[in-house]
């Protein structure tokens, strides 16, 4: 199985859009467009998993696919990696209350 990077995706695909359009290629095992958490809104790129024969077609055919009014990226993706965790955020709140 391979997962492909598909990027530049109109804002209004969904995943069952991303599904049937990379279906043409062969059997889509998940398509998931991604979107932020606090709007719910796509952040215009997405995954799709396809056997490895059926994902290689689909790169070929959609890389540069024009899809709406935008041109779209599609690769294999590349493995996640582990980023450090967020700290608190802002930074020098000790001791501040003092300087007023």
Sequence with gaps: MKSIFVGNLPWTV??????????????VISARVMTDRETGRSKGFGFVDMEDADAEKAIAAMSGYKWGDREITCNEAR???ERPPRSGGGGGGFG???RF
């Design 14 to 27: 969904k995943n069952e859009d991303l599904e049937q359009k990379f279906s043409e290629f062969g059997a």
């Design 79 to 81: 493995p996640k990696t």
């Design 96 to 98: 501040r209350r003092d």
